[in-house]
């Protein structure tokens, strides 16, 4: 840049010569810092964006993995409670203990995102809720009111549950393997 302006220079006055030497260096010189200062923004953005892109990718694996571990633990919860319920000649401390863990699955059950279930099968959403959910609360209400009635009707629909879970639960159990991986 300044070999060009160079001949030009030389019929100019020592003085100014140094003025427009000294111009000319400055101008190049707050280019670079100029184009430096943008190349470091530009990429400084890339690798922001790419950060929040494996990020993303990480936030979806997570919220998949909390999604799946609520979802599987209402269902183990509420399945051990229910084991526990069925043996004979219980004692009040031991029916006490399988109602808590009821209700530790009922409230899992209820954080369930019904996309999450979406992703597993486009019936699992409406089912989750309308047979295990509403199962597992009638069941609760009518224990606490002593209501036979509402008893029966959520063993009813938990029964209905129990049927769907069992014929889709392989189904179910790979297509949370496979969406579970890492890509």
């Not at 599987?72 to 009040?92: M, Y």
């Amino acid at each position: 840049m300044l070999s060009a302006t160079a001949p030009a220079l030389l019929y100019l006055p020592a003085s100014i010569h140094a003025g427009v030497r000294a111009f000319v260096v400055n101008k190049g010189f707050f280019m670079s810092q100029n184009l430096n200062k943008y190349f470091r923004y530009l990429l400084w953005l890339v690798l922001v964006t790419l950060l929040m892109a494996c990020e993303s990718e990480k936030m979806k694996q997570t919220e998949f993995g909390i999604q799946q571990n609520k979802f599987l633990l209402s269902l183990e919860l509420v399945e051990s409670a229910g084991k526990s319920l069925q043996s004979p000649e219980l004692l009040q401390a031991e029916i006490d203990a399988a109602m808590i863990k009821m209700d530790k699955g009922l409230k899992q059950a209820f954080e369930v995102n019904p996309e999450f279930l979406k992703r597993l099968d486009i019936r699992l959403p409406k089912l989750y809720t309308g047979m295990f959910i509403a199962g597992i609360e009638n069941y609760r209400l009518g224990v606490e009111s002593s209501d036979r009635k509402k008893q029966l009707e959520g063993l009813r629909l938990l029964s209905q549950w129990s049927k769907f879970w069992s014929s889709e639960k392989q189904n179910i159990q790979t297509k949370l393997m496979q969406q579970g991986a890492p890509e």
